[in-house]
C-alpha cells in the first residue's frame, strides 16, 4: 500500500532541494551525513530521560519516528557491546 501524495513529483524535487540547501548551511555535506549525527542526539537524548514527543518536536519529526530511531540506535548500540 502506497502513500497517497496531491504533491507533484516537481513539488516534491523542490522541496528536497530546500531541505538539502538547509543541511548544508547547517554544515552538512548531505542527508546521510545528517541522519548519521541525528540519531545518535535522539537516542541519548532518550537516555537522559527525554519523552519521544519532545524529542520530535525538537527534530522536526513525529514522536513514533523518534522512538523507531531510538530503537534502531538500540539495536546498534547492543551488537557494538
Known sequence: MGIISTET???GEIRFKKWINLLKNSGFDDHIEYFNWRNPVIYKQREAG???KNIGEDHGISATR???IYIKEQKV???DA
Open 50 to 52: 527525554r519523552s519521544f
Open 77 to 79: 548500540n547492543l551488537k
Open 9 to 11: 513529483e516537481d513539488e
Open 66 to 68: 523518534a522512538r523507531q
